[in-house]
């Protein structure tokens, strides 16, 4: 692959999140720079963030304050762009485990929707209106092996892969260009300083981060 080729990001924040970050001190990450970390060779045009805004949890009233004071430091960084799914909670009938006779109960479940239908449609868009030289991916997710493989073999142009979990899929290693690991040295050199300004005003890295 040829040097500095104009690049596009699109990242997983849930893959992101659940591969790298959760139950790590890494979560003010700041993801323009890890991308030029990770990206060294390339010119990162745009950076779009796909994610979905959460709700408070029993355990945790504050999760959605903290994520919306990282959406604020994101917004810091003039070329990302987030892009909002959004989250569905639907009843399911469940089975207790290592409970006879076979018991079931109907639970709550929650599922993060949209991201990755958004992610693959925003790829293919800019893709086929060759918005970028060079596309590449945050995330192990293998949903998105087709979309994938249609920029690589349809549109001939190169897309990498920067997985944040510790194992590679093999359907999306198959068609990407390349695969690169995120490792805990590049979200340790890629966070955010603690105290951030943007245009109302000074605020600060959740103190609990």
Same mark, same amino acid.
């Given at each position: 692959?040829?040097?500095?080729? =104009? +690049? ?6 849930? $893959? %992101?999140?659940?591969?790298? !970050?959760?139950?790590?001190?890494? &979560? ?80 709550? =479940? +929650? ?6 239908? $958004? %992610?693959?449609?925003?790829? !293919?868009?800019?893709?086929?209106? &060759? ?79």
């Amino acid at each position: 692959m040829g040097n500095h080729l =104009k +690049t596009n990001v699109y990242i997983d924040g849930f $893959n %992101l999140y659940y591969g790298s !970050l959760k139950g790590a001190p890494y &979560k003010w990450l700041d993801i323009g720079k890890l991308c030029r970390e990770l990206l060294p060779l390339h010119t990162i045009q745009t950076i779009k963030f796909f994610t979905a805004r959460v709700g408070a949890r029993p355990h945790d009233a504050q999760l959605p304050v903290r994520q919306q004071i990282y959406f604020r430091a994101l917004k810091t960084i003039p070329n990302v762009t987030i892009v909002y799914g959004h989250f569905s909670t639907h009843p399911v009938l469940m089975r207790l485990s290592g409970v006879v006779p076979v018991k079931r109960v109907w639970v709550d =479940k +929650t599922e993060e929707k949209g991201s990755d239908v $958004n %992610l693959a449609t925003h790829l !293919l868009h800019d893709g086929f209106l &060759k918005l970028f030289e060079a596309a590449v991916i945050v995330t192990n997710d293998s949903d998105l092996t087709e979309p994938v493989r249609v920029v690589r073999q349809v549109l001939n142009m190169p897309i990498g892969i920067l997985n944040p979990h510790d194992r590679d899929s093999k359907t999306l290693q198959q068609y990407a260009t390349f695969v690169k690991r995120i490792r805990q040295k590049h979200l340790i050199d890629s966070q955010f300083p603690n105290k951030l300004t943007d245009g109302k005003g000074e605020f600060h890295k959740p103190s609990d981060w």
